[in-house]
C-alpha cells in the first residue's frame, strides 16, 4: 500500500492531478522528482527511501499543525459564540454582576469543550 496519495502516479512521472490540496500536491511533486532522480541514478534507493521518509514525517507534521491550528479556530469560534450576550451586557453596562455572568459564560463554555474533547 503506498504512504502517499497518488503515490504509483507519480513513480510513473505522470502530471499534477487535480483536487490535490497543497499539502499532497507538494508531496506528489516531491515524490515524483525523487522517483526521476532514483530511475536516473542520481541517488541511491537508501538515500531515496530515506529523503521519502523525511517527506512523510514533514507531511504528517503539516497535517498535525493544520488540525491543531483547525482545532483552535473552533475553540475560539465556541468560545465567542457562547459568550456573546454576556459579552454584550457587560460592554452595554460593564457591571460586576455583569462581570461575574461574563465570567460563567466562559467557564461554562470551557467545560462544555472539555466535555466534548
Excluded: N
Excluded at 490540496?21 to 538515500?47: H, K, N, P, T
Excluded at 514533514?58 to 475560539?76: G, H, P, S
Excluded at 452595554?92 to 467545560?111: M, N, S
Aim: hydrophobic letters at 40%.
Amino acid at each position: 500500500m503506498p504512504e502517499f496519495l497518488r503515490e504509483e502516479d507519480a513513480a510513473r512521472g505522470a502530471p499534477l492531478p487535480d483536487g490535490l490540496d497543497m499539502v499532497d500536491a507538494c508531496c506528489y511533486m516531491a515524490l515524483r522528482g525523487l522517483y526521476v532522480m532514483f530511475q536516473l541514478g542520481m541517488i541511491s534507493r537508501e538515500e531515496a527511501a530515506a529523503e521519502k521518509q523525511r517527506l512523510k514525517k514533514l507531511r504528517d507534521d503539516t497535517r498535525r499543525q493544520q488540525r491543531f491550528e483547525r482545532d483552535v479556530a473552533q475553540t475560539r469560534w465556541g468560545l465567542i459564540k457562547a459568550t456573546e450576550a454576556a459579552r454584550s451586557r457587560f460592554r452595554l453596562e460593564p457591571t460586576v454582576e455583569h462581570g461575574f455572568d461574563l465570567c460563567a459564560a466562559i467557564d461554562g463554555a470551557k467545560r462544555r469543550r472539555e466535555a466534548t474533547a
